[in-house]
């Protein structure tokens, strides 16, 4: 028996209420427009949601693939975009951002405040010497001052590079070097878990080398806690601000001028600089925004609670939502600061409509208990959306039941970095939602399951590689400075007419895809293969486990086994203490994979632990649990997000 005929036998399928379809974005129609005439369709795209300076002659030029440009001769400004022109359309009074401080303060920044702080900005950096292709990085907390950042930046046409404020300097030192950064824009520090943490100091010590290219440090004062201060170099950014006019012309710049860089991790230890440009991603971001979360700008109140370091803060914070003129919430600090509720209560305050999350907060929420949310009045909710990684049926059901009050749709949202925006996802008003599956390529996307030999196909329940079949405008465009990399990691592995995302994939009965984890998380044992996302999900949907991870271990006789870890659910950890260290329930757990997916995927170990090493992103380091499962000395920690997880881990099994 195959997982997902369990999975999907077991679970209720979600057909649209005709009263959302009768107000969506997305229609049944735009998949018949896009596959009529994919070019078309994107050139209608772009006419129709973004502001050109300059009309495009040609959508799509792939003639130095896999080096793509789109909409070649067409000039806009990306700022212009997301702010000026809903102030000229008479929409300045609207709210852009209702910006929620983890203390409790509170800013509301109109699109016309908005365009006041981008534009002051934009001359400030310009009176620093920063003008077009100079390159910026943004290391700066949850705060409105990053969105006016990255902003300000694409004005100018100087590319930003945002990295994540918890990343170390060791991180921040080495992206700013790949990038020649002129400035670095940051700030004294931010809140987080209720007390001031500083920024600044990791700054200092990513700049304490003589060779750096940066001229200037540019601090946000958000905490007012002691700055270590190098005169000269370092600068306010409200000084600069308040010496700044607070008007300035956005100037055109080429379609495929660079908007920003963005380092992901890699299968190698050096991050690669993804890069992307201005008219492709900023289109494909705006419909994205549009029909997958059916942001409604006049009436909808949208909160994506993710990072302006990812790269979905970067789309669905800033590009997409502000190109379509959205009100969003912003938060600065975590989800149980002061309380578990924390978010529940923003949601209820601020009569949110669209929450789009990732599945590692739904499967900690589950963990702190449904109780928590049912305390406040989150009727306002309309959609669900979830990125990131798998959502696994058991997340999926729990969030819609107790989050979205058993009648929000969920949109399971694919993408990646390097596709810039959401490339497979049900449309909601139009799929049949399908718990556990990001379902299909959206219109406009064409996807493919490849076998061994790069041959798709599309029997269900075979497990293969997830390619992209055509060129899509927000596709990334290089690897900054490695061209050959950029080749070599997405357009080798079977052959340059397939972009290679990663990630293994299958296809169901209903030809709904259903993403399996990186292709290294799929694991191989006694020649059949199993995902570890598919495991895991049979484990979470034990009543008794709250998270778990999977992951292949090497093993004589099978080649690889199943290892699993488990976090069990709070009421049961007392149970499994009593049953000397969980022996009976890890039979029990043992059985209930069996049960769900067959006896071939049933944990050889089943390890109970209390935490799971997780990066800032909040993906599991599965290599990290590797190491442990196959006995050896754990490797790097320095992208966990909390690097002492590992010796929890370990003193906990006794090592
Ligand atoms: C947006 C983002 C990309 C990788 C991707 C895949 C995983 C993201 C997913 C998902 C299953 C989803 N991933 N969304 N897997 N279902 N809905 O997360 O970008 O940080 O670059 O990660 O995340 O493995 O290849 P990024």
């Known amino acids: 028996m195959s997982s997902d005929e369990s999975l999907s036998a077991s679970h209720p399928t979600f057909p649209p209420d005709p009263a959302f379809t009768a107000q969506a974005n997305g229609t049944a129609q735009m998949y018949a427009d896009a596959d009529a ?76 405040d908005l365009q006041r702080e981008v534009s002051k900005a934009a001359n400030a950096l310009g009176a620093l010497g920063v003008g077009k292709g100079d390159t910026v990085a943004i290391y700066l907390p949850m705060i409105p001052e990053a969105v006016v950042a990255m902003l300000a930046c694409a004005r100018i046409g100087a590319p930003h590079s945002v990295v994540f404020g918890g990343f170390s300097a060791e991180a ?23 007390a001031p943490s500083a920024l600044k100091p990791a700054v200092d010590a990513a700049l304490d080398h003589a060779e750096t290219t940066v001229e200037k440090v540019v601090v946000v004062k958000r905490t007012g806690q002691d700055t270590p201060w190098n005169e000269g170099r370092d600068l306010w950014w409200s000084d600069l601000l308040d010496a700044a006019s607070e008007t300035h012309e956005a100037q055109p710049h080429d379609s495929e001028h660079p908007l920003f860089i963005l380092y992901t991790s890699g299968t190698t230890g050096k991050p ?155 449309l909601p008003g139009v799929t049949t939602l399908e718990p556990g599956s990001a379902q299909k390529p959206m219109p406009g996307i064409s996807a493919e399951i490849l076998d061994d030999e790069g041959h798709p196909f599309t029997e269900p329940e075979k497990v293969g590689y997830l390619v992209l079949t055509k060129p899509w405008p927000s596709m990334l465009r290089g690897i900054w400075g490695d061209p050959q990399r950029y080749k070599d990691t997405y357009w080798s592995r079977f052959g340059e007419k397939y972009y290679f995302a990663g990630d293994g994939a299958k296809y169901d009965a ?40 999977v992951v292949g271990a090497s093993d004589e006789t099978t080649g690889q086994a199943v290892v699993a870890f488990v976090i069990l659910r709070q009421e049961h950890i007392e149970e499994a203490d009593e049953f000397g260290e969980g022996v009976d329930l890890v039979k029990e757990l043992r059985n209930h994979v069996a049960k769900e997916i067959g006896p071939i995927a049933k944990p050889r170990t089943i390890m109970i632990v209390s935490e799971l090493p997780k990066t800032r992103s909040g993906k599991i380091m599965r290599r990290l649990l590797k190491d442990v499962a196959e006995g050896r000395e754990v490797g790097d920690v320095t992208t966990l997000a909390d690097s002492t997880v590992m010796n929890a881990i370990k003193q906990g099994l006794g090592d």
């Open 37 to 112: 005439d994919h070019e078309g369709f994107w050139a209608a795209q772009a006419r129709e949601r973004i502001s050109w300076a300059t009309d495009f002659d040609q959508t799509l030029d792939w003639s130095d693939a896999p080096f793509a440009k789109w909409y070649v001769g067409g000039e806009l400004n990306a700022a212009y975009n997301c702010v000026d022109r809903h102030v000229e359309a008479g929409n300045g009074d609207r709210v852009a951002i209702h910006f929620e401080g983890e203390p409790g303060d509170t800013r509301t920044i109109t699109y016309a």
């Open 172 to 194: 921040l030192n080495t992206r700013i070097n790949d990038a020649s950064c002129k400035i670095v824009i940051t700030a004294d520090g931010g809140y987080r878990r209720g």
């Open 272 to 426: 690669k600089g993804i890069f992307h440009t201005t008219g492709g991603y900023l289109t494909q971001c705006a419909y994205t925004n549009s029909v997958v979360h059916d942001v409604h700008p006049e009436s909808d109140v949208y909160w994506c609670t993710a990072d302006i370091g990812w790269v979905t803060g970067h789309s669905y914070i800033v590009y997409g939502p502000l190109a379509n003129g959205a009100t969003q919430v912003m938060y600065e600090g975590t989800p149980d600061t002061p309380h578990q509720g924390r978010w529940w209560e923003i949601i209820e305050k601020y009569k949110v409509t669209i929450l789009y999350t990732a599945p590692t907060a739904v499967r900690t929420f589950m963990k702190w208990g449904h109780d928590i949310p049912a305390k406040f009045d989150m009727s306002s909710l309309r959609l669900l959306g979830s990125v990131g990684e798998p959502i696994n049926p058991e997340a999926w059901l729990w969030y819609r039941k107790y989050i979205g009050g058993d009648r929000c749709p969920i949109v399971d949202t694919w993408w990646q970095t390097e596709t810039g925006a959401i490339m497979i996802s049900p």
């Open 510 to 549: 209903d030809g709904n895809i259903w993403l399996l984890g990186r292709v290294d998380d799929v694991m191989n044992v006694s020649g059949h293969r199993l995902s570890t996302a598919e495991i895991e999900s049979a484990l979470v949907s034990h009543p008794k486990v709250a998270e778990a991870a």
